[in-house]
């Protein structure tokens, strides 16, 4: 496993992510499936590229980091919804 793979991934993604300006483009009415889509449009050709250098052990430690921010996706919903409740 080349250790360092996967933090050139987030700090390649993290970077490109910002200067796509996600938050923009939610404001101007994108979903979030296409603020995605265009983002993978874009980078297409760097993503491609830079699958190729991962082995089986860096594609597990991203499937695990994927598995984690799906948990604290459920659990942000959770929190929105009791705010959403006490509204109410």
Not at 23 to 40: H, M, N
Request: aromatic share 14%.
């Amino acid at each position: 496993m080349r250790e360092n793979i996967t933090e050139l991934w987030f700090s390649w993604f993290y970077k490109n992510w910002e200067k796509n300006a996600p938050g923009d483009l939610i404001e101007k009415g994108l979903s979030p499936s296409q603020i995605a889509e265009r983002f993978v449009h874009e980078n297409h050709n760097y993503i491609l590229e830079l699958a190729k250098e991962f082995d089986e052990e860096n594609y597990q430690a991203l499937n695990e980091f994927m598995k984690l921010s799906e948990s604290e996706l459920h659990i942000l919903k959770y929190f929105l919804k009791l705010i959403k409740q006490k509204k109410s």
